[in-house]
């Protein structure tokens, strides 16, 4: 079974400030996913990665296989930023995602 | 936006009794994923599908079955729901690549 953490639970930064969430999984994996619930709100996927590095905008993703480990970072944070960010974990093929139990984040103008 | 509804949205019940829950896409994805998610424990898998009649248990499925009669519908079935079960369901659908699709979820409170 993978065991997913993440850090930090909760973070509370600066509107502008440059956010770094951390992912460690256990098992090796087929990709990697970072999730966004807003409160209250469903959920929506940002990355899925197996290798490398991807960028939608402000938001970059990086994962190191050999050291299982993922990165979610924010730059120019700003408030509409303020949300759960979840990690989770895919095995092979159809496998559903292990979680990890997500960062807090509160970006304050 | 991924065309997965989740029916109903809400729902009150008394322990011992049966509730369905329903996943429907539009998308004609082959896998097709139910969740909960608690508070501390964050979201778990219960049952996964990977094709019409073709399930699989998770992390979580005692207590819970499923059915997939059409590639477009998922059931969750609590036959007999305990106040354990009380939580927020999330269904989700998977397209060829992975990458997952999560419906606006289900609240379930077992009284």
Redesign the interface.
């Known amino acids: 079974k993978n065991e997913v953490e993440q850090s930090p639970q909760n973070l509370t930064a600066q509107e502008g400030e440059f956010i770094t969430i951390n992912c460690s999984y256990s098992v090796g994996i087929s990709a990697l996913h970072w999730l966004q619930q807003h409160p209250g709100g469903g959920i929506v996927s940002l990355f899925m990665l197996s290798s490398g590095k991807k960028k939608h905008g402000r938001l970059i993703a990086t994962i190191n296989i050999q050291e299982k480990h993922s990165s979610l970072h924010i730059t120019a944070s700003h408030p509409r930023d303020s949300a759960v960010y979840i990690c989770a974990a895919q095995g092979g093929g159809a496998d559903g995602l292990t979680f990890g139990k997500g960062t807090h984040l509160i970006i304050q103008p | 936006d991924a065309g997965i509804t989740q029916s109903p949205r809400h729902k009150v019940t008394e322990t011992g009794t049966p509730v369905t829950l329903r996943c429907h896409q539009t998308e004609n994805h082959?896998?097709m994923?139910w969740?909960r998610q608690d508070p501390?424990?964050?979201?778990?898998?219960i049952h996964?599908s990977?094709g019409v009649k073709d399930t699989d248990k998770?992390?979580v499925s005692d207590g819970y079955s499923v059915s997939r009669s059409k590639t477009e519908d998922f059931l969750l079935t609590l036959e007999s729901a305990t106040s354990s079960q009380t939580s927020v369901y999330?269904c989700?659908i998977?397209d060829r690549?992975?990458?997952?699709?999560?419906?606006?979820?289900t609240r379930l409170t077992v009284t």
């Open positions: 082959r896998y994923y969740y501390g424990h964050g979201l778990r898998l996964y990977y998770g992390e999330f989700a998977a690549f992975g990458e997952q699709y999560f419906g606006p979820g």
